[in-house]
């Protein structure tokens, strides 16, 4: 199993950023995805995920803010993240049917 997320980087306060991960050697589609952040000697925290039905949740801090989709088809998840804040800098993470790929850094200026 591969999951190659993308699209992290520095952005300015009130900024947004997409982020993408492409998985590949599972079937992507009916599994439980989502999105974690984690930072350097913590627990990753969940942002935002699908459940098997497809129903999606979020962290309190980012309701409003960030937006969970996918491409069943490309086997891609997204994660729209607008009105960024400093606090949302963080190492972000993909997680599809249990596997988790490497994360893609998100660095937001005040």
């Known amino acids: 199993v591969q999951l190659q997320a993308s699209g992290g980087g520095l952005v300015r306060a009130g900024g947004s950023l997409r982020l993408s991960c492409e998985a590949s050697g599972i079937i992507f589609s009916g599994n439980v995805m989502g999105w974690y952040r984690q930072a350097p000697g913590k627990q990753p925290d969940l942002v935002a995920s699908f459940s098997h039905g497809g129903l999606t949740d979020y962290a309190d801090s980012v309701k409003g803010r960030f937006t969970i989709s996918r491409d069943n088809a490309k086997q891609t998840l997204y994660l729209d993240m607008d009105n960024l804040k400093s606090e949302d800098t963080d190492v972000y993470y993909c997680?599809?049917?249990?596997?988790r790929g490497r994360g893609t850094l998100v660095t937001v200026s005040s």
């Open positions: 997680s599809v049917g249990g596997h």
